[in-house]
C-alpha cells in the first residue's frame, strides 16, 4: 500500500479542502504534513460553510482518523477554538484526532515577532498572516524551538520562559512597541489550552504512519498553502516557511519517498493570490474584479481579498515537474460561467523571447501571452463531463494536453456533491 498526496498547484486556496472531504471516504487516514493556521481549508457540507485551520479535512467522517504531523507548526490558542467549534457540530474530535509530539509550537511571542518583522519591511512586506507561523519556524530551524513533546515534561515551564524571554529581548532590541497587558491575557490563555492538548493523543506519528501503512491502511497526506509559496521553489520572499510541494510530506511525516503513490495536485480554472508578491496573469480591471465577486475570493484565513487572474500555464507546469502530479483536480469552474472568453496564459514574453518556464526573477516584465476560449455560460445541474458544454470539455482537454496530465476531478459548485468525477 502506498501513501497518496493532495496538495495544491497555485498560491493556495485551491480549494483542497472540499477534494480532501470528497477523497476522504477512500481512506482510513488523513494527515497534515506542513503549514499551521495561517492555512485556511473550506468545505461546504448540506449548505453549511466549515473553515479548518490546522485539523485535517478528514475530520468531518466518523470511520477516519486524522493525524497533525510533525512538519505543522501549531497554536493551541487557534487549535483549541478549531477543536471546540468542530465539537459543537456533535463531533467528537479527540478520538480521531492525533497529534505528532514532534510538532512545533506557535508562542504568543511569535505572533509578536511576526507582526515585528513585517511593520519593519514598510512597503517591502511579504503579505504575512501575522499569526506566528515564519518566527515559529525560525525557531524550529535554529534549534530552539519548542514541540509538542515537550509539554508532557516536568520543565516545561521553564522551557518555555527561556525561549519567550529570547523573544521579549529581541522585540524590545527592535524597539517594537505592544500592549503589555493583553500580551499577559494572551499567555495565561495559551498556558490553559496547552493544558487542554495534554489531554489529547500526542505520540511518535512517524512509527503509527508506518505501522498503518504496513497493516495495509489507505492514508491520504494533506497539503496546506500552494507549490508555488514553498519556501525553496515559490516565487521568494514572498513565500510561506514550510515545504509546500511532494517532497514536504515525507519531511512532515517521517514517511521514506518509497511508500508514495498517487500525487494529486488542484488547481483553480483560473489563478488567484492573497497579499503581495508577483503574479503574472493578474488582472488590475473589471474582469478581475467580477471574478473575485464571483468566486468569493477572500482569504479564508485573513478574509483579505484575493488578486485574481487568468490561468498560468507555465507556473502550472512548473509545480506539476517539481511534484510528480500524476492527476489533476480543477477547481470553480463554475466561477468563469459569466465569461463569453476566458483565456489561458501558454508563454511568457522575458526580455523579448518567448518561454514557457518560469524565470529566476519574477520582479523583471513578464508579459503574459495568451490563448482565447469560448465561454461555456450557465452549466447544467449535473456532474456528467458527457453532458457538460463542448466550450468546457473544450478547455479541459487543451489542458490536460498542454501539462500532459489528466484532470480527473472538476468542481462546479463549492457542494461536496457538485463534483464531477471523469
Known amino acids: 500500500m502506498k501513501v497518496d498526496i493532495l496538495l495544491g498547484l497555485q498560491w493556495g486556496d485551491e480549494g483542497k479542502g472540499k477534494i480532501v472531504d470528497v477523497l476522504a471516504p477512500q481512506y482510513e487516514i488523513v494527515a497534515r504534513f506542513q503549514g499551521g493556521p495561517n492555512a485556511g481549508h473550506t468545505l461546504e457540507i448540506q449548505g453549511k460553510k466549515h473553515v479548518l485551520h490546522t485539523i485535517p479535512s478528514g475530520i468531518f467522517r466518523n470511520n477516519i482518523m486524522n493525524v497533525i504531523g510533525n512538519g505543522v507548526v501549531i497554536d493551541p490558542i487557534s487549535f483549541l477554538e478549531e477543536v471546540r467549534g468542530i465539537e459543537a457540530l456533535g463531533i467528537d474530535i479527540c478520538k480521531n484526532l492525533i497529534l505528532s509530539k514532534r510538532a512545533h509550537l506557535i508562542l504568543p511571542t511569535h505572533r509578536l515577532l511576526d507582526a515585528s518583522s513585517e511593520a519593519s519591511k514598510g512597503k517591502e512586506k511579504i503579505g504575512s498572516t501575522l499569526k506566528g507561523i515564519g518566527p515559529a519556524y525560525m525557531d524550529k ?3 530552539n524551538g519548542l514541540r509538542i513533546g515537550d509539554i508532557l515534561e516536568k520543565d516545561f515551564n521553564e522551557r518555555y520562559a527561556s525561549l519567550a524571554g529570547k523573544h521579549l529581548q529581541m522585540l524590545a532590541l527592535a524597539g517594537f512597541e505592544y500592549d503589555k497587558k493583553a500580551f499577559e491575557e494572551n499567555q495565561k490563555k495559551w498556558m490553559e489550552c496547552v493544558a487542554f492538548i495534554r489531554t489529547m493523543q500526542c505520540i511518535d506519528t512517524e512509527y503509527y504512519l508506518n505501522d498503518e ?4 491502511k489507505r492514508i491520504l497526506a494533506e497539503g496546506a498553502q500552494g507549490s508555488l509559496l514553498d519556501i525553496d521553489f515559490g516565487s521568494y520572499p514572498f513565500v510561506t516557511s514550510s515545504s509546500t510541494t511532494c517532497a514536504g510530506a515525507c519531511i512532515g511525516l517521517g514517511l ?29 480591471d473589471d474582469i478581475g474584479e467580477k471574478m473575485a465577486q464571483i468566486g468569493r475570493e477572500f482569504g479564508s484565513t485573513t478574509g483579505r481579498k484575493r488578486r485574481c487572474g487568468w490561468l498560468d500555464l507555465p507556473a502550472l507546469k512548473r509545480a506539476i515537474m517539481l511534484n510528480g502530479v500524476t492527476r489533476l483536480d480543477m477547481m470553480k469552474a463554475d466561477v468563469l460561467n459569466e465569461f463569453g472568453e476566458v483565456k489561458v496564459c501558454t508563454h511568457y514574453m522575458v526580455d523579448g523571447k ?5 524565470p529566476y526573477n519574477l520582479h523583471t516584465e513578464i508579459k503574459p501571452v495568451y490563448k482565447s476560449f469560448k465561454g461555456w455560460g450557465k452549466l447544467p445541474e449535473t456532474t456528467s463531463f458527457d453532458k457538460m458544454p463542448a466550450e468546457l470539455k473544450d478547455y479541459i482537454t487543451y489542458i490536460e494536453k498542454a501539462v500532459g496530465v489528466p484532470i480527473k476531478l472538476v468542481s462546479v459548485g463549492p457542494e461536496r456533491s457538485q463534483t464531477m468525477v471523469r
Do not use: N
Open 213 to 216: 501503512l504496513k497493516k495495509g
Open 354 to 358: 518567448e518561454t514557457d518556464q518560469m
Open 256 to 284: 521514506a519517498p518509497s511508500t508514495l503513490g498517487e500525487v494529486e495536485g488542484i488547481f483553480k480554472a483560473y489563478c488567484t493570490r492573497v497579499g503581495s508578491g508577483p503574479f503574472p496573469t493578474e488582472l488590475h
Open 141 to 143: 530551524t535554529g534549534r
